[in-house]
C-alpha cells in the first residue's frame, strides 16, 4: 500500500478509504452558491433599478408638456428636452396648444383668476394652473371701422383700421365693430365726451373716429342759403344772436341752433328803413340803394319807407324825438330823416290871394292876419306849431232853388280863408202880422268884411262860432 502520510497528504483517509480534503470543498461549494444567489439578487436589483430609472426618464419633443404634482404643488416640464420624473410623482402629458395667425387664446389661471391672452401664429404651453377658456377670431378692422374697448375699470381705447385688434383681458366691447362716418362739405358730425360732457362739431372732411370716451349724438346736414337770404342763430351758452351772409353752405355750431331764415333788405334808391335796436333803444337808419342784413336784434316797426320828395309847392314837417323840437325842411329834393328824426306830414304852399285872409296861431298862441289886403301877397308854409284858425260859419242855401213858398234854410260850414270882397246874400223869410197873416219876405243882404282883427275880437273860441 504506499506511505501513509503520502496517502493523507493527497486527501485519502486510509483507515476509511475517504479522501481527506472532501469538507473543505463543500464549505467552498456552499460560498459559491450564496456568491451566486447574492450576485443574483443584486443583479435583478439592479436591473429593476434600472427599469425603474429606465421608465423615469421621458423624453419631450418639442410640442410635448408635462404636468407634475409636486410636493409643493403642480409645475411644468416644458420640451424638447429630456426630463427625470419621480415615479411616485403623478404626472399628466399633453400637448402644446396651436394658433392660427388669426387667432387668440384667452387662458385663465384657476390659482389667481388671472386671465392672459395669448396671440397666434405660433405654439404656446399652459402654466400648471392654467385651463383655456376659449380660442377666439381676432378683430381685423378695415380702413373705415374702429372697435371702442372697455376695460374693467372704465377705462376706454379705441382702435382706428385698419389693423388686428386683440382686446386685453378683461376688455369688452359690447358695441362691436362700427363703421366711421364720413365727414364731407354738407354733413357735420355733433359729439359729446362723456366724462366732461362738452360738445363737438367736427368738420374737417373725410372718415371720423370718435376719442375715447367721446359718443356720435348726430349727423348734421348742412344749411343752403341764397345770395338773397340770411340766418339768425342764437346761442345755448349765452342766448347771443348773430348772422349768417348768404350765399353760403354752413353748419350749425355745436352750441347753437338755427331761428330763422330771412330774406335781406333791398332798398331803392328812394327808399330807407328805421331800424330800432332792443337791447339798448338806438336808432339808425339805412338809405337805399342797397342790400343789408339787420342785427339780430334790431327790428323795424314801420317797415320801408319812401322818401319825401320836395319841391316848391311841398315842404316837410320833421320831429326830432331826441329834443321834440319840430322843424320845417324846405330844400328841394329827397329828403330821407336822420335817427330820432319822423316825418309828421307833407305841407303844401299856401298861396292867400289879394282879396283873400288866413288867421293863423304860433306856438305861443298869437294870432297873426296874412293877406287881407294888408300888402302883396306871397306863398308860404305853416311853420311849425302853427295852426291855421277856422271859423264856422252859417251858410244859406240859394232862393233859386227854392219851390215857391218853400222857406229858406241854413248850414254851417267851415271857413279858413276870409274873402274880402263885397258879396251877397238872397234870403226869403216867412213872418206873421198882427193879425195873423202869414208874410214871406224876400230881398238881398249885401255884404263884405272890413276889419278882419275887430271881427275876431267878436269870435268865440270855445265854438269857434258867431
Known amino acids: 500500500m504506499g506511505d501513509p502520510e503520502a496517502r493523507y497528504a493527497s486527501g485519502t483517509d486510509p483507515e476509511s478509504g475517504m479522501r481527506a480534503g472532501a469538507p473543505s ?35 419631450l419633443g418639442p410640442e410635448d408638456q ?38 387668440y387664446a384667452v387662458v385663465k389661471n384657476v390659482f389667481t383668476g388671472e386671465l392672459r391672452h ?5 405654439l404656446f404651453f ?70 366732461t360732457g362738452i360738445l363737438r362739431l367736427v368738420t374737417q372732411p373725410g372718415y371720423f373716429f370718435p376719442r375715447p370716451y367721446e359718443e356720435i349724438l348726430e349727423m348734421r346736414q348742412a344749411t343752403l342759403i341764397g345770395p338773397k337770404q340770411y340766418a339768425v342763430m342764437r346761442s345755448h351758452r349765452d342766448a347771443a344772436l348773430r348772422t349768417v351772409d348768404g350765399p353760403t353752405l354752413f353748419q350749425v355750431g355745436a352750441y347753437e341752433e338755427l331761428v330763422a331764415i330771412h330774406e335781406k333788405m333791398i332798398l331803392r334808391k328812394d327808399e330807407y328803413v328805421r331800424l330800432r335796436d332792443k337791447t339798448d333803444g338806438s336808432e339808425r337808419v339805412v338809405r337805399g340803394p342797397t342790400s343789408f342784413i339787420p342785427k339780430p336784434s334790431e327790428q323795424t316797426l314801420e317797415g320801408k319807407q319812401r322818401a319825401t320828395f320836395l319841391n316848391a309847392d311841398t315842404a316837410a314837417l320833421v320831429l326830432n324825438r331826441e329834443t321834440g323840437q319840430q322843424h320845417l325842411i324846405t330844400e328841394h329834393g329827397v329828403f330821407m330823416p336822420s335817427p330820432y328824426e319822423q316825418v309828421l306830414e307833407r305841407r303844401h304852399l299856401i298861396r292867400v290871394l289879394q282879396h283873400e285872409a288866413l288867421v293863423v296861431r304860433d ?54 280863408k276870409i274873402d274880402t270882397r263885397a ?9 206873421f202880422t198882427s193879425d195873423n ?14 276889419n278882419i282883427a275887430k271881427m275876431m275880437t267878436m269870435y268865440r273860441k270855445g265854438t269857434k262860432q258867431w
Open 118 to 122: 395669448y396671440f397666434g401664429p405660433g
Open 423 to 431: 258879396q251877397k246874400l238872397f234870403f226869403r223869410y216867412g213872418v
Open 25 to 59: 470543498q463543500r464549505i467552498t461549494e456552499t460560498h459559491m452558491i450564496a456568491s451566486l444567489s447574492c450576485c443574483g439578487l443584486i443583479g435583478l436589483g439592479a436591473f429593476a433599478g434600472l427599469v425603474v430609472l429606465l421608465n423615469c426618464i421621458h423624453r
Open 126 to 195: 399652459l402654466g400648471a394652473y392654467d385651463v383655456i377658456l376659449r380660442i377666439t377670431p381676432v378683430i381685423s378692422l378695415q380702413r373705415d371701422e374702429y372697435l371702442r374697448l372697455v376695460g374693467m375699470t372704465g377705462f376706454e381705447r379705441v382702435e382706428i383700421g385698419p389693423q388686428i385688434v386683440v382686446p386685453q383681458p378683461l376688455e369688452s366691447f359690447d358695441a362691436g365693430v362700427e363703421k366711421a362716418p364720413v365727414v364731407g362739405e354738407e354733413i357735420a358730425v355733433l359729439t359729446q365726451n362723456r366724462t
Open 437 to 450: 197873416v202869414k208874410l214871406i219876405l224876400e230881398g238881398t243882404v249885401f255884404w263884405q268884411v272890413k
Open 363 to 416: 306856438a305861443h298862441g298869437q294870432v297873426s292876419i296874412l293877406g287881407g289886403g294888408t300888402g302883396e301877397p306871397s306863398p308860404f308854409f305853416l311853420q311849425p306849431y302853427w295852426t291855421i284858425l277856422e271859423m264856422t260859419w252859417s251858410d244859406f242855401a240859394d232862393i233859386a232853388s227854392l219851390a215857391p213858398g218853400e222857406q229858406q234854410t241854413s248850414s254851417k260850414k267851415i271857413v279858413s
Open 66 to 103: 408635462v404636468l407634475v404634482e409636486g410636493p409643493s404643488g403642480p409645475y411644468v416640464l416644458e420640451g424638447p428636452s429630456t426630463v427625470v420624473i419621480a415615479p411616485e410623482r403623478k404626472k399628466t402629458f399633453r400637448q402644446a396648444t396651436q394658433l392660427g395667425a388669426m387667432e
